[in-house]
């Protein structure tokens, strides 16, 4: 039985954090100019960056508690950033 996988090393979250920041700052910025061309940029310089993370950075052994734990801490981030995004819709354009 295998106990341990190959997964990204913590380098990917360096070489990552600024597309995901282009990508949250192409939402923000379509959302004020009343754009889809913003996001759309934004979402394929962050398919790029995934990309090129997969393609230029190894894969490392991580144990199975380490993956659990990633894939908890992206459903909170992500839920966060989703909730965020949402009231701001909601605050910003329907007047809530």
Do not use: D
């Not at 282009?22 to 889809?36: D, E, I, K, R, T």
């Not at 061309?37 to 230029?56: D, H, M, N, S």
């Not at 949402?86 to 329907?94: F, M, P």
């Amino acid at each position: 039985m295998c106990t341990r996988l190959a997964g990204p090393s913590w380098w990917n979250v360096v070489a990552g954090l600024p597309f995901l920041l282009a990508l949250m700052f192409g939402v923000h910025l379509s959302l004020l100019w009343v754009s889809w061309v913003p996001v759309a940029l934004a979402f394929l310089v962050f398919t790029l960056g995934a990309y090129a993370q997969l393609r230029f950075i190894p894969l490392v052994v991580i144990s199975r508690r380490e993956v659990l734990a990633h894939r908890i801490f992206l459903a909170i981030v992500g839920g966060g950033l989703l909730s965020f995004m949402a009231y701001y819709v909601a605050v910003k354009y329907v007047g809530l």
